[in-house]
Nanobody, 124 residues
Framework: WQLQASGGGLVQPGGSLRLSCAAS????????IGWFRQAPGKEREGVSC???????YYADFVKGRFTISRDNAKNTVYLQMNSLKPEDTAIYYC???????????????????WGQGTQVTVSS
C-alpha cells in the first residue's frame, strides 16, 4: 500500500493551499480516507475525512475553511484549505481508516495505514 501526500508549503495568513493524497496498491473505493495533522509539541489530531460514498467529517477548528473531496477515478483525495491561520501550521498526514464510514469524531486511532506527511507553514 502507498499513500503519497503532497501540496504543502509556506503560505501567508489568510492564504490557501490544496493538499493531495494519492493512493496505490489497494482498492481505493473500499476505504474512507482521513487527513490528520501534528504540530510541534502537540499530539496528532484528526482534521477531516471522507468515505468512499462521499460522506464527510470536519473538525470544528476547520469547519467553513477546509473542504475535503475525492476523485475515485484518480485514486486521490484532496484537502482544500482556505483562510489559513498560523495555528494551522503542522505536518499533515493522510491515512486510510479502519471503517468506510464517517465517525462522529476523527481520531488517530481511526487510521489503519499512514502515508508520509507534508509540511504546511502559515506565517507572514
Amino acid at each position: 500500500w502507498q499513500l503519497q501526500a503532497s501540496g504543502g508549503g509556506l503560505v501567508q495568513p489568510g492564504g490557501s493551499l490544496r493538499l493531495s493524497c494519492a493512493a496505490s496498491g489497494f482498492t481505493f473505493d473500499d476505504y474512507a480516507i482521513g487527513w490528520f495533522r501534528q504540530a510541534p509539541g502537540k499530539e496528532r489530531e484528526g482534521v477531516s475525512c471522507i468515505s468512499s460514498s462521499g460522506g464527510t467529517y470536519y473538525a470544528d477548528f476547520v469547519k467553513g475553511r477546509f473542504t475535503i473531496s475525492r476523485d475515485n477515478a484518480k485514486n486521490t483525495v484532496y484537502l482544500q484549505m482556505n483562510s489559513l491561520k498560523p495555528e494551522d501550521t503542522a505536518i499533515y498526514y493522510c491515512a486510510t481508516l479502519w471503517t468506510n464510514f464517517v465517525p462522529l469524531h476523527l481520531a488517530p486511532e481511526d487510521a489503519n495505514y499512514w502515508g508520509q506527511g507534508t509540511q504546511v507553514t502559515v506565517s507572514s
